[in-house]
């Protein structure tokens, strides 16, 4: 697929109206639906690890770089949570149930630079996406490996992916690799080619330019659990 014009195509998609509940209505951002699927959307094939070999770089920005195994991940304290999750194609997936690492406690076996402001997570396939630093101290960002008390399964991101719930969900990378500290701001993959380099989704941050909305259907056409 060319995905420098995926965002072209979707945006001047026409849109219609989410249908939302009247008591969930504070819980859903604008243009959104709700769903009991979980919806799987990629770019590339799934990846396949050897855990005996799988590591996590954390590198830039730092006193000296790290690298954990993901053992050394699993012996952290284990965070379970409930968040709503909303994705850019217009689905919202309301309480569901995370466990994983919290990224804060994943910083303390670091010591991050006072100039580093914001981070680029790195995953496989070649995926990269940005946030500002500040986003991820929030204590509900999450190094997930497990989702409705179960191991993650390697469609959704096994064997880690990021929880970032409060931004669109292609900030919630699958597969993350490696965990870059910067001095400056850089776009990511989706945030190169025409996605918002935000993604609030209750500010509809969906595109870098006019926003002209996505069909409600978008998603209904990918597989899900």
Same mark, same amino acid.
């Given at each position: 697929?060319?995905?420098?014009?995926?965002?072209?195509?979707?945006?001047?998609?026409?849109?219609?109206?989410?249908?939302?509940?009247?008591?969930?209505?504070?819980?859903?951002?604008?243009?959104?639906?709700?769903?009991?699927?979980?919806p799987i959307l990629h770019e590339g094939e799934v990846p396949e690890y050897d855990?005996?070999?799988?590591?996590?770089?954390?590198?830039?920005?730092?006193?000296?770089?790290?690298?954990?195994?993901?053992?050394?991940?699993?012996?952290?304290?284990?965070?379970?949570?409930?968040?709503?999750?909303?994705?850019?194609?217009?689905w919202s997936k309301l309480d569901t149930e995370w466990e994983g690492v919290r990224?804060?406690?994943?910083?303390?076996?670091?010591?991050?630079?006072?100039?580093?402001?914001?981070?680029?997570?790195?995953?496989?396939?070649?995926?990269e996406t940005n946030l500002p630093l500040e986003d991820l101290l929030h204590d509900?960002?999450?190094?997930?490996?497990?989702?409705?008390?179960?191991?993650?399964?390697?469609?959704?991101?096994?064997?880690?992916?990021?929880?970032?719930?409060?931004?669109? $969900?292609?900030?919630? #990378?699958?597969?993350? %690799?490696?965990?870059? &500290?910067?001095? @400056? *701001?850089?776009?990511?993959?989706?945030?190169?080619?025409? $996605?918002?380099?935000? #993604?609030?989704?209750? %500010?509809?941050?969906? &595109?870098?330019? @006019? *926003?002209?909305?996505?069909?409600?259907?978008?998603?209904?056409?990918?597989?899900?659990?």
């Amino acid at each position: 697929m060319n995905t420098s014009k995926k965002a072209e195509r979707l945006k001047k998609a026409p849109s219609l109206k989410a249908n939302v509940a009247p008591e969930l209505a504070h819980r859903v951002p604008p243009g959104q639906t709700t769903t009991d699927r979980f919806p799987i959307l990629h770019e590339g094939e799934v990846p396949e690890y050897d855990m005996s070999t799988w590591t996590l770089r954390v590198f830039g920005e730092v006193e000296e770089e790290k690298v954990f195994t993901y053992e050394q991940l699993m012996a952290l304290p284990q965070i379970k949570q409930m968040n709503d999750i909303h994705c850019v194609t217009r689905w919202s997936k309301l309480d569901t149930e995370w466990e994983g690492v919290r990224f804060t406690d994943l910083m303390k076996l670091v010591q991050v630079n006072p100039e580093a402001k914001y981070v680029m997570i790195h995953a496989d396939q070649d995926y990269e996406t940005n946030l500002p630093l500040e986003d991820l101290l929030h204590d509900n960002i999450l190094l997930a490996h497990s989702f409705d008390g179960e191991q993650l399964t390697a469609k959704h991101g096994w064997p880690l992916r990021l929880l970032v719930p409060h931004l669109y $969900f292609w900030k919630s #990378a699958k597969w993350i %690799r490696g965990i870059e &500290f910067m001095k @400056e *701001d850089r776009p990511g993959f989706w945030e190169r080619n025409g $996605f918002h380099n935000y #993604a609030d989704p209750f %500010r509809e941050q969906r &595109f870098s330019g @006019e *926003d002209l909305g996505l069909p409600e259907d978008e998603w209904h056409h990918k597989d899900f659990d």
